[in-house]
């Protein structure tokens, strides 16, 4: 999911999590910052451009707003293809820091162009473009058209402003925040009416799917499921849509709906639901991990163990998230860190993930140095969430005694890890190279 970026070397892809929902998986559930509608694995912006100034000569890619809106101003581009709203509430959601883009409105780009038209924007932002699915072809000439016809009747100004404030609400704010508090009452007031759809419908569509996914509520699934079948019946549901409904269902853990919904929709193609191995019983003092099995299955398995923690470093990271693939990649090649991190070394996601499992085990496949676990519960876990990545957790004896976030693509992080580690007892050797007997040699892993 793409929500926030940040020149600190760590991606920030959620927020608290609710503890008032529990399910058969116990999957804890996750605010999404921005990037409501919550695409594979919480993609983040990777790269900052270099500042550049809003002159007349600016070119693509922009790192402020002002000289985005001057070259808007004079050149076409796929946002003219947008409603006015939807344009407005685009532009409006973006943010600039001092080395450029941070955050990137992703979910009404998708809601809006198609992939090629999504890719074309982000060159406008963008060192690097990541190709997110956006309409297709089909879709987009449906939609254009209901609006051409006036089938698609506009938002209310009252509607488009409520999305907004809960658009541009803190990511922390769910209970007791007044945006969240009035798009939901939005949502229920249109859960029990006879709406005849129209954007007001694909808006509180929208939202409702966002809060699905990041609370994981019944209420909050249960809602989105309604407004998805009206937004179905009338035409305007899109596969994006589609997928966004069968990943709310299974990040609140309703594995068998997500498995029956996905099935009715064979002709999609929508990614297979994992088929979860429960056959190890994980005792009250054990932290549960999913172990994605590597086979041809169609379904990925995902099998429950419990992970050993009294030598053990955990990497809470995201294949999405370009801090975590320079620590990936960079780790294994290191003569201190790569032995004792193959020896040691446990990377992780949120429970959520679970969401993505047919794209994770697509990753172990291509990274097997470094492959990717799902947390089974994060209450087991003694961190306040999975949102930073890549976090380093350090643990000896089944305590949690070191941590440090981040990783800087040009590797000077290296020593803050390798010193966090000294620190926490699982490093020894400070030379370039390892020394025999230097580093923890006691076997762990899962037991």
């Not at 999957?27 to 919480?42: C, G, K, N, Q």
């Not at 939609?143 to 907004?164: E, N």
């Not at 099998?303 to 975590?324: K, M, N, W, Y």
């Amino acid at each position: 999911m793409l929500s926030r970026y940040s020149n600190s070397g760590r991606c920030q892809t959620a927020a608290p999590r609710d503890t008032q929902h529990a399910s058969i998986a116990r999957l804890p559930a996750r605010r999404i910052a921005m990037y409501r509608t919550a695409l594979v694995l919480s993609l983040a912006l990777l790269l900052a451009a270099p500042a550049r100034t809003a002159g007349t000569d600016a070119t693509p890619p922009f790192t402020t707003a002002a000289a985005l809106e001057q070259w808007l101003a004079h050149n076409a581009s796929p946002l003219d293809r947008m409603p006015p709203y939807a344009r407005a509430l685009f532009l409006d959601s973006l943010r600039f820091g001092p080395r450029g883009l941070h955050t990137l409105p992703v979910d009404i780009l998708l809601a809006e162009l198609t992939s090629e038209e999504a890719l074309a924007v982000q060159r406008l932002l963008l060192e690097d473009t990541y190709p997110f699915p956006g309409l297709a072809p089909d879709e987009a000439v449906r939609l254009r058209a209901a609006r051409a016809d006036g089938g698609l009747a506009p938002p209310t100004d009252a509607m488009v402003s409520a999305y907004r404030d809960w658009q541009d609400a803190s990511p922390d704010a769910v209970d007791g925040d007044t945006a969240v508090a009035n798009i939901e009452q939005l949502i229920a007031n249109e859960v029990t009416s006879a709406s005849t759809g129209g954007e007001d419908l694909r808006l509180l569509h929208r939202a409702a799917m966002g809060l699905a996914q990041s609370t994981g509520r019944d209420t909050h699934v249960d809602a989105a499921s309604v407004l998805h079948g009206r937004l179905q019946s009338h035409g305007l549901v899109t596969r994006n849509d589609h997928r966004d409904m069968q990943r709310a269902l299974l990040r609140s853990g309703r594995i068998e709906e997500a498995r029956a919904f996905t099935a009715s929709l064979s002709d999609l193609a929508l990614p297979p639901v994992p088929h979860l191995d429960t056959s190890y019983a994980l005792t009250e003092s054990d932290v549960g991990i999913w172990k994605i099995i590597d086979d041809d299955a169609a379904a990925p398995t995902l099998q429950l163990e419990a992970i050993d923690l009294r030598t053990r470093i955990v990497v809470v990271s995201s294949p999405g998230c370009g801090f975590s693939n320079a620590a990936a990649a960079a780790i294994p090649d290191d003569p201190e860190l790569g032995p004792l991190f193959a020896r040691h070394a446990t990377w992780l996601m949120a429970p959520t993930a679970i969401a993505e499992a047919s794209m994770l085990r697509d990753w172990n496949r291509r990274r097997p140095l470094t492959p990717i676990h799902i947390a089974f519960d994060a209450d087991q876990w003694p961190i306040s969430s999975f949102d930073a990545t890549p976090h380093f957790l350090a643990f000896r004896d089944g305590a949690l005694v070191e941590r440090y976030e981040g990783w800087q693509r040009d590797g000077s992080s290296r020593d803050a890890v390798h010193a966090m580690l000294v620190r926490a007892g699982l490093l020894r050797s400070t030379g370039a190279a390892p020394s025999a007997g230097d580093n923890p040699q006691e076997t762990s892993g899962h037991r």
